[in-house]
């Protein structure tokens, strides 16, 4: 991996302020308490730039900020796909380039915009490309879990019948009961790099969702969804994945092995970065 696919934090500073900023937008973010916002920047460039996204939030590591959550919603047969922002074209440094990006998505009053995913080189991926034809469905891969490698076979699409123990599933890494994961790739059929992405479906996210315009728009049943790409050094982190997790503190966390990093997926906020540029089309 080049030093341009990693991401870089310019200042090696993080800042993270507890409260409500940017109005109604950012009321009631956190479903564990107030509204936050963590911030790393970089040097902007042509097709990126300054970017607010919403993530499940790094609590603890090397990792400059949380990673990037996936609106989701359940189609009438269960299966569960990430939503894709819709495609325009815009003028940005006086060129012309294609955006994915949704205003005020479902009455949250928030942006979604593709550049919320362009870090860690995904940024050249195929499947990133605004027009890229996709259904966007999750699709398993390997399998993370004993559960989904009896349920699916690669490239199987996920789907929410298969999370109805969610209320008391457990697999003897921490607490049992917060939550049933799974992992998957996304926009990434015929594509020749792999998005990773993992879904939790849980009792917690369903209640908050019910106070909360954001999680209301962005989760279904339950389920909350994210780009799997450590944003420190791109690794794939896990939820109740490793047995060390423990030893960090990290047993009811995302946790990625590499260096420690660790994400709460049921604290949501808003990062503020520099998106990367992508490829020129």
Known sequence: MSDSDKYPDDSGRRRFVKGVVGGAA??????????????ATTSPGAGGGPTQAYAIENTAGPAPRGMPQIPIEIDSDGFIKGVWPEVKTVTQNGIDIQVAETEDYKGSGVTYSSAWFQYCGVQSYGGLAPDYESDNYFRSDSGGYAWQKDAYS??????????????????????????????????????EDTMPI??????????????????????????????NKCTHFCCVPGYKQAADAAKFNAEDGVYCQCHQSVYDPFSIVQTLFTALPRPEE
């Open 26 to 39: 950012l009321a009631g973010v956190g479903t564990t308490g107030a509204a936050a916002i963590n911030s």
């Open 154 to 191: 690669v490239g199987d699409k996920l789907n929410i019948e298969d999370f109805g123990d969610y209320k008391e599933w457990g697999n003897d890494i921490g607490k049992s009961g917060l939550g049933k994961p799974a992992t998957g790739t996304w926009r990434s059929q015929d594509a």
């Open 198 to 227: 993992q879904i939790i479906r849980s009792e917690r996210i369903e209640e908050a969702a019910k106070d909360n315009d954001w999680l209301a728009a962005s989760t279904d049943q339950g389920v909350i969804a994210w780009l």
